[in-house]
């Protein structure tokens, strides 16, 4: 069972080695919890009863000066517990040079997915130039998982964060998978639209937006977007994502078994969509 969705910018071994994590963590991804030892990132997994997690960078340099962790950072995290992470790669998506680094990332690096943020790097995912590097991950077979949804950083325009923006994207790379973060809160319903018409997009459940995570992912998946239209029609495209280290793991994982879900649209969600995305598994 994995978690689609964890940022390790908390990580002390590697703020350690690599001190300007740290501004990067505070002053691009605004956080303000404490450092952790990376035991304390691979408890959170045992404990919630998941054996991998996806790891996320975010290549901000263009945007906000500098980045929340390189793809070769990444890459040195995964080497510290090989059988735990499954790293992806982040690259400017409006540099020419994108699909190239994109590339290496993958077949130097061993990373295995593209995360791409429209809010964060300043980009509408639909715009052409983006095209060169979807064709690449598309050639390449790794899924692309893009930030959908509100953002908390401040100079985050919601607008970049609307699922909608995506439509282009699916429509014209149909055999690209793609990940929509967070649900796309608060269009959630929108983003479920769009995965009944696009069966190569995905949903993660890394959403918290206020209250706590079982209340939080009642109203999500049982209000918002009805439970049965996610049981009946959308159980391939679910992917279980905490967004840790803003939510514990352990509370979002059980928020997610507890909300109704079947036990084998449960096993879909934590485990065999996740590695269909991943390509460990043909259907
Ligand atoms: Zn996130």
Do not use: C
């Not at 990376?38 to 500098?66: C, H, K, M, N, Y």
């Not at 090989?82 to 040079?97: I, Q």
């Not at 699922?163 to 282009?168: D, K, S």
């Amino acid at each position: 069972m994995i978690d689609f969705h964890t940022h390790p910018v908390l990580v002390e071994e590697m703020v350690i080695r690599y001190p300007e994590l740290e501004k990067a963590a505070r002053e691009v991804f605004f956080i303000g919890n404490r450092l952790q030892p990376l035991e304390t990132f691979l408890l959170e997994l045992d404990i919630s009863g998941l054996q991998r997690a996806v790891l996320l960078p975010l290549e901000t340099t263009r945007t906000r000066g500098l980045p929340i962790y390189s793809n070769e950072q990444i890459a040195e995290l995964v080497a510290m517990a090989p059988e735990r992470f499954v790293g992806f790669a982040s690259v400017d998506p409006l540099a020419p040079d994108a699909p190239d680094r994109l590339e290496r990332a993958v077949a130097d690096l061993g990373l295995r997915g593209l995360k791409l943020s429209p809010p964060s790097q300043e980009f509408y995912p639909g715009d052409r130039a983006v095209y060169p590097l979807y064709e690449r991950a598309q050639a390449l077979g790794i899924p692309v998982i893009i930030h959908a949804g509100m953002s908390w950083e401040p100079r985050a325009r919601l607008v970049w964060g609307h699922p909608l923006h995506l439509e282009p994207v699916l429509a014209d790379f149909p055999h690209l998978r793609i990940v929509a973060t967070h649900f796309a809160w608060p269009w959630s319903l929108e983003v479920a639209a769009l995965a009944l018409r696009y069966p190569n997009l995905y949903v993660d459940t890394a959403a918290l937006y206020f209250d706590n995570p079982d209340d939080f992912i009642t109203d999500l998946l049982v209000r918002r977007v009805p439970l049965t239209l996610i049981e009946h029609s959308l159980r391939h495209q679910v992917v279980f994502g905490s967004n840790y280290p803003r939510v514990e793991i352990k509370n979002m994982a059980r928020a997610v078994r507890r909300v109704g879900l079947s036990e084998k649209t449960l096993t879909m969600v934590f485990e065999e969509n996740a590695l269909r995305l991943l390509g460990d598994s043909e259907r």
